[in-house]
């Protein structure tokens, strides 16, 4: 009997040790899968923030390498120019003359023009004629060979201008028989090139960088904090340029030993390099809130297994208190998997969240896309989304609307005569006049294609939209640009007029083309004068 019980005893011990066991064993396969899918996840969300941060500085680092090539392209238009002019005449031509003083589309610091010792012959700044610059770096590559090449210099401090850092852009001059005449040289402020990024207003973690392929950088702005000249040859950046000339990577900067995430371009014209980066902690500081919810989801549900697998262990010599411990075992797993789902949900709206935020950013780059390349107004596409808009506007709530079209007199015989260089310049002008003239923010002035251009004035009746013709005409008129194939040897415009006093359709086919009518009769009519078109109904 006793050895019956004895045996008994040890089957129930045998037991228990098993079941005792099993729950151990299931308990770390449970804190295991726990914490691979704590980790996958974190691994896969942290993937897919650089991911989106670095298509964000792709896009970023795109639409400044463009601002700045756009930038570049222009200023060496006016120093071709200006090159041309001075190897054909030998001097200093009145062109000349007239296209430093009058280019207002580069915001330079100077356009000047140095002779072969360096001396300073014609600039945009009086004082500069006479000052000596054969000590300059520009000057000194450009005596040293003719690379027939646009050359940017080193940032430095100017003379002048104390205090202010300056870098040049400059092209040789060249006498008939190639040896050396002199240079062309525009000095622009750094901060310029950075002016298209401090409009995006990204924040203060933010930065860009325009590096020479030299090493030095032209300029760097982090926040509100500009550096210039500061040598970065040591930068991993460089070992990336050579592998690749456009990449992104991930590294601590050699100035602040900050981390961040990089996007950069190997402009392919130009020594130059640019890059757009942000700091890993701005860039991911939503990823490391949701990491440590993680974390901490992680071990609240681990430390809750554990204790449920050693409730367990302690209570499996009794069924109904096993039986107990269970269901409340799976009340508190219920508990943690709802309150998972909340955070998984917490977390997918802040997903949404930051894919809204990049729409935006992806909008405003395709805001940018609305504005015309060479004048810096808007473009056709914009005008007729606008005009279409405005049309559909004035027909529900029954108000006027005014349509201006715009004509520079003679435009063909001034690009004959000065060449597209010059001419280019004169649209841009125009284009300037025309914005500035209209000063409601309801009415627009954009080019409409070559040298013509239209104006939208919503709610305007007649009486108006002719007062505002006129008063852009004697705008454009009071310039008093140069051109002897024109009516008092000066740029004037023509414009027709048209107005859809209470419009029946919302399509603008009618109006734009009243107002097309009206700008060939005023052309007709001798030009350089308003003309209104005699449709009522439109």
Same mark, same amino acid.
């Given at each position: 009997?006793?050895?019956?019980?004895?045996?008994?005893?040890?089957?129930?011990?045998?037991?228990?040790?098993?079941?005792?066991?099993?729950?151990?064993?299931?308990?770390?396969?449970?804190?295991?899968?726990?914490?691979?899918?704590?980790?996958?996840?974190?691994?896969?969300?942290?993937?897919?923030?650089?991911?989106?941060?670095?298509?964000?500085?792709?896009?970023?680092?795109?639409?400044?390498?463009?601002?700045?090539?756009?930038?570049?392209?222009?200023?060496?238009?006016?120093?071709?120019? @200006?090159?041309?002019?001075?190897?054909?005449?030998?001097?200093?031509?009145?062109?000349?003359?007239?296209?430093?003083?009058?280019?207002?589309?580069?915001?330079?610091?100077?356009?000047?023009?140095?002779?072969? $010792?360096?001396?300073?012959?014609?600039?945009?700044?009086?004082?500069?004629?006479?000052?000596?610059?054969?000590?300059?770096?520009?000057?000194?590559?450009?005596?040293?060979?003719?690379?027939?090449?646009?050359?940017?210099?080193?940032?430095?401090?100017?003379?002048?201008?104390?205090?202010?850092?300056?870098?040049?852009?400059? $092209?040789? @001059?060249?006498?008939?028989?190639?040896?050396?005449?002199?240079?062309?040289?525009?000095?622009?402020?750094?901060?310029?090139?950075?002016?298209?990024?401090?409009?995006?207003?990204?924040?203060?973690?933010?930065?860009?960088?325009?590096?020479?392929?030299?090493?030095?950088?032209?300029?760097?702005?982090?926040?509100?904090?500009?550096?210039?000249?500061?040598?970065?040859?040591?930068?991993?950046?460089?070992?990336?340029?050579?592998?690749?000339?456009?990449?992104?990577?991930?590294?601590?900067?050699?100035?602040?030993?900050?981390?961040?995430?990089? *996007?950069?371009?190997?402009?392919?014209?130009?020594?130059?390099?640019?890059?757009?980066?942000?700091?890993?902690?701005?860039?991911?500081?939503?990823?490391?809130? $949701?990491?440590? $919810?993680?974390?901490?989801?992680?071990?609240?549900?681990?430390?809750?297994?554990?204790?449920?697998?050693?409730?367990?262990?302690?209570?499996?010599?009794?069924?109904?208190?096993?039986?107990?411990?269970?269901?409340?075992?799976?009340?508190?797993?219920?508990?943690?998997?709802?309150?998972?789902?909340?955070?998984?949900?917490?977390?997918?709206?802040?997903?949404?969240?930051?894919?809204?935020?990049?729409?935006?950013?992806?909008?405003?780059?395709?805001?940018?896309?609305?504005?015309?390349?060479?004048?810096?107004?808007?473009?056709?596409?914009?005008?007729?989304?606008?005009?279409?808009?405005?049309?559909?506007?004035?027909?529900?709530?029954?108000?006027?609307?005014?349509?201006?079209?715009?004509?520079?007199?003679?435009?063909?015989?001034?690009?004959?005569?000065?060449?597209?260089?010059?001419?280019?310049?004169?649209?841009?002008?125009?284009?300037?006049?025309?914005?500035?003239?209209?000063?409601?923010?309801?009415?627009?002035?954009?080019?409409?294609?070559?040298?013509?251009?239209?104006?939208?004035?919503?709610?305007?009746?007649?009486?108006?939209?002719?007062?505002?013709?006129?008063?852009?005409?004697?705008?454009?008129?009071?310039?008093?640009?140069?051109?002897?194939?024109?009516?008092?040897?000066?740029?004037?415009?023509?414009?027709?007029?048209?107005? *859809?006093?209470?419009?029946?359709?919302?399509?603008?086919?009618?109006?734009?083309?009243?107002?097309?009518?009206?700008?060939?009769?005023?052309?007709?009519?001798?030009?350089?004068?308003?003309?209104?078109?005699?449709?009522?109904?439109?």
């Amino acid at each position: 009997m006793i050895k019956v019980r004895n045996v008994n005893v040890n089957a129930k011990v045998l037991i228990r040790s098993r079941i005792s066991l099993f729950i151990g064993i299931f308990a770390l396969i449970l804190i295991g899968i726990v914490w691979l899918d704590t980790i996958t996840r974190i691994n896969f969300e942290h993937q897919a923030e650089v991911r989106s941060t670095i298509r964000i500085n792709n896009n970023l680092s795109k639409a400044f390498e463009e601002n700045v090539r756009r930038d570049l392209e222009d200023m060496d238009e006016v120093l071709l120019f @200006l090159k041309t002019e001075y190897e054909t005449h030998g001097r200093v031509t009145p062109a000349m003359t007239t296209r430093i003083e009058t280019t207002k589309s580069i915001p330079a610091l100077h356009i000047s023009v140095a002779d072969e $010792r360096g001396n300073f012959l014609a600039s945009s700044r009086p004082e500069y004629v006479g000052i000596n610059v054969s000590d300059r770096e520009y000057f000194k590559s450009q005596l040293s060979a003719d690379s027939n090449q646009l050359f940017l210099s080193k940032p430095f401090q100017g003379r002048v201008d104390v205090g202010k850092w300056i870098f040049h852009v400059s $092209r040789r @001059l060249n006498k008939p028989d190639g040896s050396f005449s002199g240079v062309v040289v525009i000095g622009v402020e750094p901060l310029y090139f950075s002016n298209f990024y401090r409009q995006m207003n990204l924040g203060k973690d933010y930065g860009v960088n325009l590096v020479g392929r030299d090493g030095i950088t032209r300029v760097r702005l982090v926040g509100d904090k500009m550096d210039v000249g500061t040598d970065i040859r040591s930068a991993s950046l460089f070992s990336h340029v050579q592998n690749d000339a456009v990449g992104s990577y991930t590294d601590r900067s050699i100035i602040d030993g900050t981390r961040r995430i990089y *996007s950069y371009i190997a402009m392919p014209d130009y020594p130059l390099i640019v890059a757009v980066f942000v700091s890993e902690e701005e860039a991911l500081a939503d990823f490391y809130q $949701r990491q440590y $919810r993680y974390y901490l989801t992680a071990s609240l549900l681990s430390l809750f297994i554990a204790l449920i697998s050693g409730l367990l262990i302690w209570m499996v010599v009794g069924k109904e208190k096993l039986e107990n411990q269970l269901r409340r075992a799976k009340d508190g797993l219920e508990i943690k998997v709802a309150q998972r789902t909340t955070e998984l949900q917490d977390a997918h709206d802040e997903q949404q969240a930051m894919n809204e935020e990049l729409q935006a950013m992806n909008d405003e780059l395709q805001r940018l896309s609305n504005v015309d390349g060479l004048t810096g107004i808007a473009n056709r596409r914009f005008f007729d989304d606008s005009l279409e808009r405005e049309c559909h506007v004035a027909m529900r709530i029954g108000k006027p609307i005014s349509l201006i079209m715009v004509d520079i007199d003679f435009f063909k015989a001034y690009n004959d005569t000065y060449g597209h260089q010059l001419g280019d310049e004169c649209l841009r002008i125009i284009a300037t006049t025309l914005a500035a003239g209209v000063k409601r923010s309801t009415d627009l002035v954009a080019r409409y294609g070559g040298e013509e251009f239209v104006v939208i004035l919503p709610n305007t009746d007649a009486v108006g939209a002719i007062r505002v013709a006129e008063k852009l005409r004697l705008r454009v008129e009071n310039l008093c640009l140069l051109h002897s194939g024109s009516l008092g040897n000066c740029v004037t415009i023509s414009l027709g007029a048209a107005v *859809s006093v209470q419009p029946k359709e919302s399509t603008p086919l009618p109006l734009i083309a009243a107002a097309d009518d009206a700008l060939y009769q005023a052309k007709r009519e001798g030009r350089n004068c308003v003309r209104m078109s005699t449709q009522q109904e439109l």
